[in-house]
């Protein structure tokens, strides 16, 4: 697919670091998820590269933060209308790198375009407070402030969409960033980067590197130990989101965890049950089932059980496997041969204790390679399941039975995480009682497709904290000042 981009400049394989596109003493290799074919080699870089970008960004954070917000503000559109004016590109990098169908692809590059249309937007709103007078002759004034150098670490299942809800904030507010895509997908991160350089943004003030899996850690140790990065934006696995909170405990940095999920969907017997189907589609299949609020557990009351199985069988045994390239495609490969290992150990593991195979539940084996996973339903799932307790990561969708409301809240709880929860009912009263009941940070009632840059996304417990989108999206990304002047009296 990147032999069809129209704008070849848009894949980068170099580090950009101080407005200058650079090598690193190593490279590694991008591949295609699906046929393991080599598309790329990009710096495999360095805790040398690493500090280079930390000496960037803080020479030139002084100068970005005194900025006006109107001016930051002007570039950052400008940025966003020419990652709208490349989209087409921007979708075959990331469908060459990570897989995605094509339409998914696009519809990813514009999710997020409106992050970064969002924050040039939120940049011009930021204030503090002028507080009423305490203390006779005195003015309380509290001012909000870009905390410094960030430091933005970033996953695989969306390239582009949660790089620009991180980077698009920190330089609202007035922050220099540093950042790591994740090994599996550096080159859609590196053609934002190229975007944001095109639309002006001054030297240092976005720095990116990239590193195999084995150099990471190196590139994030020189980060976590620098004093002068203020700030780390994580989304990742919750093992190494607590790594991270406890390393830079040291220089104690702000931190914006989003971690993983286990997400109920519940579907009550007062439920539309046709709504509850293509919630579920939506919610479930949406990436091949890589994102972190898939729904995990899909518990339904034993009155529509039947019927809601059924109905989902339907659905999902229709779903087209197959390569990103095909117009057709509405699951793609998983990313790697680890995914579809786990997928397999999941489903094999609740098959052996009891589960039964509605739809799917094995690889499919395709010419294009061996990381394709077939959509499945399974039932008859219980809490002793691996698949219950851990992040499925791929297209399975395991049915529990339920009878009593009190027994799906505490099962849907019964959980370390707490990112997002879906339920679909028509009992207003219930309505209320659930969604307060549910120990998560995002709920979707009555819906499947919850994320927009108007909400702040994030969890609860072990799913982490901080938020992206949303006006508190860029609080994230600021401290509060207070000012007190006296003598005025
Ligand atoms: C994620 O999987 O972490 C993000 C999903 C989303 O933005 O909807």
Not at 456 to 474: A, D, I, N
């Amino acid at each position: 697919m990147l032999t069809t981009l129209t704008v070849r400049a848009l894949l980068r394989q170099q580090n950009f670091i101080d407005q200058q596109w650079r090598d690193a003493s190593q490279r590694f290799e991008v591949t295609d998820p699906a046929t393991g074919e080599v598309i790329a080699r990009v710096p495999d870089s360095d805790a040398g590269d690493a500090r280079a970008a930390a000496d960037a960004a803080h020479a030139a954070f002084p100068d970005w933060s005194r900025r006006t917000a109107r001016e930051r503000a002007q570039l950052i559109k400008r940025w966003h209308a020419l990652i709208l004016a490349n989209e087409q590109d921007l979708a075959r990098i990331i469908s060459a790198e990570q897989g995605k169908p094509m339409h998914e692809s696009l519809g990813e590059v514009r999710y997020g375009a409106s992050y970064v249309e969002w924050f040039a937007e939120e940049a011009t709103r930021i204030c503090g407070d002028v507080v009423a007078e305490a203390v006779p002759g005195r003015k309380m004034i509290v001012l909000k402030e870009p905390v410094g150098v960030v430091a933005a670490i970033t996953p695989w299942n969306f390239p582009l969409a949660m790089i620009a809800r991180k980077i698009a904030p920190a330089l609202a507010a007035g922050c220099a960033v540093v950042c790591k895509p994740a090994e599996d997908t550096p080159l859609t991160a590196l053609a934002l980067v190229y975007l944001a350089e095109q639309a002006g943004l001054p030297r240092g003030v976005l720095n990116i590197v990239t590193a195999s899996r084995v150099r990471t850690p190196a590139v994030v140790d020189a980060w976590l130990a620098d004093s002068r990065v203020r700030k780390i934006t994580f989304t990742g696995s919750t093992p190494v989101g607590k790594h991270l909170a406890r390393e830079s405990a040291g220089t104690l940095k702000k931190l914006s965890l989003e971690l993983g999920g286990n997400a109920p969907f519940i579907v009550f017997d007062d439920a539309d049950v046709d709504a509850a189907v293509e919630g579920l589609m939506a919610a479930k299949f949406r990436n091949g089932g890589q994102t972190c609020v898939c729904p995990n557990r899909i518990y339904v009351q034993a009155g529509v059980h039947d019927i809601f199985v059924g109905k989902l069988a339907r659905r999902v045994s229709a779903l087209r496997v197959g390569p990103a390239s095909d117009d057709a495609s509405q699951i793609g490969p998983m990313i790697n041969a680890r995914a579809v290992a786990k997928i397999d150990r999941h489903v094999r593991d609740a098959v052996e204790k009891g589960a039964h195979v509605v739809v799917g539940g094995e690889r499919v084996r395709t010419e294009d390679g061996p990381h394709y996973y077939a959509p499945t339903v399974l039932t008859r799932a219980t809490p002793e399941m691996a698949l219950a307790g851990e992040e499925t990561f791929g297209p399975v969708a395991p049915v529990f039975r339920f009878s009593h409301e009190e027994e799906v809240i505490r099962d849907a709880n019964d959980t370390p995480f707490g990112l997002a929860a879906y339920f679909y009912s028509n009992d207003v009263r219930r309505i209320w009682r659930v969604a307060q009941a549910l120990e998560t940070g995002i709920v979707g009632i009555n819906e499947g497709a919850l994320a927009s840059e108007a909400a702040p996304f994030g969890g609860v417990k072990e799913s982490g904290y901080g938020r992206e989108g949303s006006r508190h999206g860029l609080d994230d990304y600021m401290h509060t000042k207070y000012l007190c002047q006296g003598q005025l009296g």
